[in-house]
């Protein structure tokens, strides 16, 4: 696959040149294999070896995936979109599907058979998800649609009562050593929220070892559905925040003058959840299970490798981010530059070849 990418670059139409692009300081495009970081992306190079990649993982997982299947054009579809949404695995598929035939109810509300078996898997897909990521207690797994609303969640309740004029926030994107950041910060009494949407599918991640205050990630991201993704809090902490939405199920008591919160995770989780996507997310984290973490980590550095060897060789490519000789960490990522080529065409030349990759402008104006 990254020989197919990389041929593809070799042979862009001359015409591509005058469009306008960034600059030769810009990173276009941004080819994701999948993804090792501990949260928000990195563009860094992977270390290069001469040998291909084994191909046993590869070839065992790919049947797996029922839109890999088709071809177009003739050629096999090629999915380098990995950072922006995975592919679903046929069991996630065939659970979401049981999901709606069979049991399709709301849960922790109806007093009947489908309600309890929904009300059951739905639990248990948050105990899935708690054990993924070593949590001490499945009540520290909130539910939200995505890491973007488990972010804001922690946002808008945590920073409203906490963040004062002047406190600074700061957000940073690459791989960072998580344990050393939260006892740093813990010195000076300040919080840390890991994005991990681009880890917990490629690594095995403990919370309770890295000990940051917050961590989210999106189920779109590692297999799963959309719709849903998890924060995960100490149950203390989570028990120390107001509310994010009013709604039902999210309150204990209510009384003339006041009401009182239900504990979490209820507290957050207002209203009819994604009942069936937080189920295929419980399938999605099975599937990842059963081939394991590490066989998936090691797989990916080796793909990581062979992706940075053959975009490296490619007339006019710059590819951004820290040599192999230059550091410890290194994510299955290559974010790189065509010079005088524009982002976008990069990304139509490749989908020519049934390659598909991103290729966008990061919040902070950054194309990559």
Not at 237 to 252: V, W
Not at 305 to 327: D, F, H, K, M
Request: glycine share 6%; hydrophobic share 40%; aromatic share 8%.
């Amino acid at each position: 696959m990254a020989t197919a990418a990389a041929a593809a670059l070799r042979y862009f139409p001359s015409s591509l040149r005058t469009r306008d692009y960034p600059g030769p300081n810009s990173t276009i495009g941004s080819v994701t294999v999948s993804s090792r970081r501990r949260h928000c992306a990195a563009a860094v190079a992977a270390p290069s070896r001469e040998a291909e990649p084994s191909s046993s993982l590869g070839h065992l997982t790919r049947a797996d995936f029922p839109i890999l299947h088709q071809e177009l054009d003739g050629n096999k579809l090629i999915y380098f979109d990995n950072g922006a949404t995975s592919q679903k695995p046929s069991s996630v598929i065939k659970t979401l599907d049981e999901y709606y035939r069979s049991y399709n109810s709301n849960v922790h509300r109806g007093i009947h058979a489908l309600s309890a078996k929904a009300t059951d898997a739905y639990e248990r897909a948050r105990i899935k998800v708690a054990n993924f990521v070593n949590a001490a207690d499945s009540r520290e797994i909130v539910f939200t649609r995505n890491a973007t609303e488990a972010i804001n969640l922690v946002a808008y309740p945590w920073g409203l009562s906490n963040l004062n004029q002047g406190d600074e926030v700061n957000l940073c994107c690459s791989m960072l050593p998580i344990e050393e950041i939260v006892t740093w910060s813990n010195k000076v009494g300040a919080k840390v929220l890991v994005d991990a949407c681009q880890s917990v599918p490629h690594m095995a991640v403990d919370v309770q070892k890295l000990g940051a205050d917050f961590l989210v990630a999106s189920s779109h991201k590692m297999c799963g559905p959309t719709g849903v993704g998890f924060l995960h809090s100490k149950f203390e902490t989570l028990s120390s925040m107001e509310p994010f939405l009013g709604g039902g199920e999210m309150i204990a008591d209510v009384f003339q003058d006041r009401s009182t919160y239900a504990e979490p995770p209820s507290r957050f989780e207002a209203g009819t959840p994604a009942i069936g996507e937080a189920i295929g997310l419980g399938a999605a984290i099975d599937y990842l299970s059963h081939i394991g973490m590490e066989q998936i980590h090691e797989y990916e550095k080796e793909l990581a490798a062979y992706l940075y060897e053959n975009l490296i060789s490619v007339p006019n490519v710059r590819i951004y981010g820290p040599s192999p000789s230059q550091t410890g960490h290194r994510a299955p990522l290559c974010s790189f530059n065509v010079e005088n080529v524009h982002p976008t065409d990069i990304a139509e030349i490749l989908d020519l070849q049934q390659i598909g990759k991103s290729a966008r402008v990061d919040v902070d104006g950054q194309v990559n």
